[in-house]
């Protein structure tokens, strides 16, 4: 069993940065594929960026690429997501999400969210 905690969301305006965290409890952390996505309202859940169990590979979707960094400290059981040029649509309830099959970006276990807000 393992559970996400997700923490640094807030506000900020558009052209921002934030760096959510996402600590993880349970000895095989590091030998999962982790993953963030998100939710705005009255929208699906989205995928956002994947990493492979060791960082060497990651993911992300066309709407955030170049702006977006996922990364990962399996010492400290913890993900990142460092998001810079925040915009307006970016806003949304983050989640992170373990042991991802990356074919169908599909999770097994799930963090409760932080909410994000980038205001214009």
């Known amino acids: 069993q393992v559970q996400l905690v997700e923490s640094g969301g807030g506000l900020v305006q558009a052209g921002g940065a934030l760096r959510l965290s996402c600590a993880a409890s349970?000895?095989?952390?590091?030998?999962?594929?982790m993953g963030w996505f998100r939710q705005a309202p009255g929208k699906e859940r989205e995928f956002v960026a994947a990493t492979t169990w060791n960082g060497d590979v990651t993911y992300y979707a066309d709407s955030v690429k170049g702006r977006f960094t996922i990364s990962r400290d399996n010492a400290k059981n913890t993900m990142y997501l460092q998001m810079n040029s925040l915009k307006p649509e970016d806003t949304a309830i983050y989640y992170c999400?373990?042991?991802?099959?990356?074919?169908?970006?599909?999770?097994?276990?799930w963090g409760q969210g932080t909410q994000v807000t980038v205001s214009s």
């Open positions: 999400a373990a042991d991802l099959t990356i074919a169908t970006m599909t999770g097994r276990y």
């Open positions: 349970g000895r095989t952390f590091s030998r999962y594929t």
